[in-house]
């Protein structure tokens, strides 16, 4: 036995026997205990995670789980567990986020027992299951196992109406999407008899792409699809991001939804028969996932549906990346993104701890106390927003550069006017709430939005002072993205993991033991000064577009008309698309799961 | 022929037909209990897709010691765990359902407006 | 928005209706002798000498699948203890008398009571043998327990008090899951391996682990569907109203 | 074709006809002949299945439909009580 | 046999469909436990007697005790729902 042959169960398992710990054990033991036992699991999952890097920098390690180990040529039956560069850095990412929300949580959730660290420990261990899995059943159990703990998470506070339909949305939505990837899982066993993801990519890779493949195939991708919130099944990202408590949503935005643009890249890279039309309809789902992200992130008030959206915008980014040319560069991004998206949502539950509303208007000018620490939470915020657009060292700002280096020059309009909408959108909240920049908007009741208003509170009472751990948790992120943006190691690394994850010739090499192929060494992600030259200027882009808008309350409202009058129209249509309503939203994921499905097949079976 | 076409007609109708109750629902445990009907499309199409004509039961000594061929017993194992999940996706879904009825006074999906925009 | 809302759903269905036609037709007939997982999987369940070849494959072969339904069912035992648990403004109310019911009924409950806790324990320890297992086995013993309450007998059900020790017992049962999957690892076989002696196909005692499996199955499931069981019955019971919404 | 088969061809037209038919119609209370017949003829379809395919270790499944329909049908009888 | 899990997939077919397209859950339940026997069948008729015990002992009284439960908690707390003809209040 080698190292991942222990490390890849114990990084599964390791979190649930916790979690089973901590459940039978947390009502006996004193607050503190659970949390350090659970904030300890955490960072030994993010351990593992990079211990399972370095166990495979040379090549895709693979262990069969029980012994079944097949013979060459032969049919397996068990289970193997594949690990990559790039499966091992998203370990690494689900533990150390999955910390900085405990870490956050120290002083909240006071009434509750040890449910909450069960759950969180619970949800890593589906996250990593399912990116340690190598074949498609078993991706699918640990896609359900993280919804069910994601559907509890999201509708934590049960005090609070929003937060129930949040999640009963979430979850019909995304039980739906199960349901149709194991239809296309049942469809593609009857086809090729096998479930391990490889030796199906090995009977499909030599014959011509049939009904039953690629019907198969892009019903698995339409369920990661849902996990993933393009569109049209983003819907219920935002209503679940905006109502599950704020460490929840750390882990939801920064690596949940994003794992599920690592299925798709993963299951299309290695199981998909040769289809070019495949790529072409995912470039395009992406980038339309981009813009419309972009879009609706400006028109929110509700501060964490703001970000709830320009987490989807950056989602359409990595697909894109992802599925044309931005292999290298779109797992650094991801990195990136992780880190300064989680402390930007912290923050975001820091103002909602202090002063009991996550409403943009309704704060405007609350973050003025001059308490030191809320400056500093001020501080931190302004700097993550600035992170978001591009700004140099930041992980979030090299990956953005390097991806606008390797995708096609027609797609990078997308990327920059994705990546400046959405920082400024976030920049215009945070100078708002917390330097009253601008004038006070007028607040009126508007039905058709949803406020952040009457919010419920996640700790026992309104905090007099921002605590340690709720500044620190953030400071520990961004500081951890500005690492991403900063050591070579992780631009290296972060290179090899794209590349190889996209390379499914390899995978099937590594798992059906017919001899490593050796694939040439990416050139790593690191800082050209063109890409900082752009990181500046998205930068500053994003800057002058808040402070425009921000400014433009001033400007007399006959001159504001023509622009309203031009845009309006199409932004509220949007806007009511997104009616909270689970039937509308079911209906959109049939819809699109057909559009999907017919641009793919028409044009490869004729 | 027929039983070809008859299974996988009916294990698609199923998922369409349970989403098609969600969709016109007016009632939440209404929607979970549609829900779970399209699950259990995914039930028959595993099972036709590891069904043999004449084969018996995948138990080993049973009728005659390994003479006659065994259905496929992978997809069978495959449905045992999809029925837990749908199990407990709609327990869990009942709770939240629950919740909402306290929360929102109402569970009919038309008038829940709490998420919009 | 409505009538939007079913045209969407119609366009959508007959895509997906044309695509299902396009895929399926490309598929072996249902019922067709070649099946290379089956022939795989019995000559492995064989190999282990566990007779049932569906109890093979969850509790040997792919062990793993079902760690992560025990894992699904852990969690959602948890996320429903979660979502009803008493909100800040609800009280715990004495229960409501229980409704007449039926000396017949009363007496039925009790006699099959414990036929059922039979039937339940033959399902889970023969189920490397026969049809059945853990979870099956465990689903019955639950209900063999509510049939207290579908009686009549509510305060009988009280007095064994599922909610004290079935929300303990579930994660223990998981918990154990892991720990003889661990042990494999540790023994040096790998994780999830066998590692007991499998003994002789059909014999009660054989197929190593996947009886161990199963039992420890057994026993996560039934705690865990008395768990839920127990979460809703508090609700319609003894939870108070909350606050006007 | 046996007289087993032929008999678990008629057990399943009545569940599938008549007992399907009373079960989707009325009110939930009507509902629940259907479902009686449903449980009585599901039983003896089974048992005889389990005979006709020569399986005895499969009259299992019919014994515990026997157990959990009796909890089934306390469970309508006893929630479904004031609906009426 | 095979003329039988015609049968019997049709059934079910059908059952199914009258169970999502009924509107009132408390009727939906009665159905849906029918449901449950009818795929138990299709599953002993096709061989998968494991499967078969599974599904009748989650479907004939773990789900519509849970579902009953719910509607019973739904309507105790004046929980409106917009399906036609509540025949409970």
């Given at each position: 036995m080698n190292t991942v042959d222990v490390l890849a169960p114990v990084a599964v398992t390791g979190p649930v026997l916790l979690a089973c710990l901590v459940l039978v054990a947390g009502r006996w033991l004193p607050r503190p205990v659970i949390d350090a036992v659970a904030l300890a699991g955490a960072v030994g999952l993010a351990v593992c995670g990079a211990l399972l890097v370095h166990a495979t920098l040379a090549g895709d390690a693979v262990t069969w789980l029980g012994g079944w180990t097949p013979p060459p040529g032969a049919h397996p039956v068990g289970i193997a567990l594949v690990v990559d560069p790039a499966a091992g850095g998203l370990v690494v990412l689900v533990g150390v986020l999955a910390a900085g929300a405990l870490l956050f949580s120290w002083r909240y959730f006071a009434s509750v027992e040890a449910r909450f660290h069960g759950l969180v420990l619970l949800f890593s261990a589906g996250m990593t299951g399912f990116v340690l899995a190598g074949d498609l059943f078993t991706m699918l159990v640990f896609f359900e196992l993280m919804g069910a703990v994601a559907y509890a998470l999201a509708a934590y506070k049960i005090e609070e109406p929003r937060s129930l339909q949040g999640g009963l949305t979430f979850g019909v939505v995304n039980s739906l999407g199960a349901y149709l990837a194991l239809c296309g899982i049942g469809v593609l066993y009857a086809r090729t008899g096998q479930l391990s993801l490889a030796y199906v990519g090995e009977t499909l890779a030599g014959a011509r792409p049939d009904g039953p493949a690629v019907v198969g195939i892009v019903l698995v991708l339409v369920g990661w699809l849902v996990k993933a919130a393009a569109v049209p099944f983003h819907f219920w990202l935002a209503d679940a991001h905006a109502v599950a408590p704020t460490p929840v949503c750390v882990l939801f935005s920064g690596v949940m939804a994003p794992l599920g643009v690592y299925g798709v890249v993963r299951v299309s890279a290695v199981a998909a028969p040769e289809v070019p039309a495949l790529r072409g309809v995912l470039v395009v789902v992406g980038a339309v996932t981009a813009v419309l992200g972009a879009v609706l992130c400006v028109v929110q008030r509700n501060l964490k549906r703001l970000l709830a959206y320009s987490t989807i915008a950056h989602i359409g980014l990595f697909l894109v990346g992802a599925t044309d040319g931005g292999a290298r560069a779109w797992l650094v991004y991801l990195a990136g993104h992780a880190g300064v998206k989680a402390a930007l949502f912290l923050l975001v539950g820091g103002l909602l701890a202090r002063f009991g509303s996550v409403d943009e208007i309704d704060l405007h000018g609350a973050g003025r106390t001059g308490d030191p620490a809320d400056r500093v939470a001020a501080a931190l915020y302004v700097v993550a927003a600035l992170a978001l657009a591009g700004l140099p060292p930041f992980g979030a700002g090299l990956g953005k550069a390097a991806l606008e280096e390797s995708v096609p020059g027609a797609l990078v309009p997308v990327v920059v006017g994705t990546s400046v909408v959405t920082a400024a959108a976030v920049l215009r909240a945070g100078l708002r709430v917390f330097y009253g920049v601008g004038p006070r908007p007028e607040r009126r009741v508007d039905l058709e939005r949803t406020s952040g208003e009457g919010e419920e509170r996640e700790t026992t009472g309104r905090l007099r002072h921002a605590t340690a751990t709720m500044l620190a948790a953030p400071a520990l992120l961004l500081a951890a993205a500005a690492v991403v943006g900063v050591l070579p190691l992780i631009g290296r690394v972060g290179a090899l993991a794209g590349e190889r994850l996209a390379d499914g010739g390899a995978y099937r090499a590594a798992v059906l033991g017919t001899g490593a192929v050796a694939g040439a060494v990416p050139e790593p992600v690191s800082w050209h000064p063109p890409g900082v030259v752009t990181g500046v200027l998205t930068t500053a882009a994003a800057v002058v577009l808040a402070l425009l808008v921000l400014v433009s309350g001033r400007v007399p409202a006959r001159r504001r008309r023509p622009v309203r009058r031009a845009i309006g129209p199409v932004v509220l249509g949007l806007e009511r698309l997104?009616?909270?309503?689970v039937g509308d939203y079911v209906a959109w994921l049939l819809f699109g799961a057909a559009v999907i499905g017919i641009a793919v097949a028409a044009p490869t079976l004729g | 022929m027929t039983l070809t076409v008859v299974a996988w007609t009916v294990a698609g109708w199923l998922v369409l037909v349970g989403a098609l109750g969600i969709v016109r629902s007016r009632d939440l445990v209404h929607t979970v209990v549609a829900l779970s009907v399209a699950q259990s499309g995914t039930y028959v199409l595993l099972i036709a897709a590891g069904f043999q004509r004449g084969a018996t039961v995948p138990i080993l000594g049973a009728g005659g010691a390994g003479s006659s061929p065994v259905v496929d017993p992978l997809v069978q194992a495959m449905v045992l765990t999809d029925i837990v999940v749908s199990a407990t996706v709609t327990a869990l879904l009942l709770a939240l359902t629950i919740q909402i009825a306290k929360r929102h006074g109402t569970v009919d999906p038309d008038e829940l407006r709490a998420l919009r925009g | 928005m409505s009538r939007l809302r079913l045209v969407l759903f119609g366009l959508g269905a007959v895509g997906l209706a044309v695509l299902w036609v396009v895929a399926t037709t490309g598929l072996p007939p249902v019922g067709t002798d070649v099946h290379p997982y089956r022939d795989a999987a019995v000559a492995a369940a064989a190999a282990h000498a566990t007779a049932n070849v569906v109890s093979s494959i969850n509790f040997d072969q792919r062990t793993f699948d079902t760690l992560g339904e025990e894992t699904i069912l852990l969690a959602s035992v948890v996320a429903v203890t979660t979502l009803l648990r008493p909100a800040d403004d609800e009280r715990v109310e004495p229960p409501d008398p229980p409704p007449a019911v039926l000396p017949a009924t009363r007496l039925a409950g009790w006699a099959l009571l414990p036929v059922t806790l039979l039937v339940g324990a033959d399902v889970v320890l023969h189920g490397h043998l026969t049809p059945g297992g853990g979870f099956q086995g465990g689903v019955v013993l639950a209900t063999a327990l509510h049939l207290l309450y579908l009686a009549g007998s509510f305060p009988a059900l009280q007095w064994v008090r599922p909610t004290r020790w079935a929300p303990l017992l579930e994660p223990a049962g998981s918990g154990l899951f892991v720990v003889v999957g661990l042990a494999g690892l540790v023994v040096g076989a790998g994780f999830t391996a066998e590692f007991l002696p499998p003994g002789v196909l059909g014999a009660p005692l054989s197929s190593g682990t996947v009886l161990l499996l199963n039992v420890v199955a057994g026993v996560g499931v039934g705690a865990a569907v008395v768990s839920l069981l127990g979460q809703f019955l508090r609700q319609e019971i003894v939870i108070g109203p909350g606050a006007a919404p | 074709m046996s007289p087993f088969v032929l008999l678990a061809g008629v057990l399943l037209v009545v569940l599938a006809g008549p007992g399907l038919l009373l079960a989707s119609r009325g009110t939930a209370v009507a509902r629940l002949a259907g479902l009686q017949l449903a449980q009585a003829v599901a039983v003896l379809l089974l048992t005889v299945l389990a005979l006709a395919l020569g399986q005895p270790s499969m009259l299992i499944v019919p014994l515990v439909t026997v157990l959990l329909s009796f909890a089934g049908t306390l469970v309508f009888t006893r929630l479904l009580r004031g609906v009426v | 046999m095979t003329v039988l899990l015609i049968i019997a997939l049709l059934a079910t077919g059908v059952a199914g469909t009258v169970v999502a397209l009924t509107p009132d859950p408390q009727r939906q339940a009665v159905t849906l436990s029918v449901y449950g026997l009818l795929l138990g069948t299709v599953f002993v008729l096709a061989a998968a007697p494991d499967v078969a015990l599974s599904q009748l002992s989650v479907g004939t009284a773990l789900v519509p005790l849970l579902v009953l439960l719910t509607v019973r908690t739904v309507r105790r707390r004046g929980g409106r729902s917009g399906g036609s003809g509540s025949d409970g209040s």
């Open positions: 997104h009616s909270g309503h | - | - | - | -």
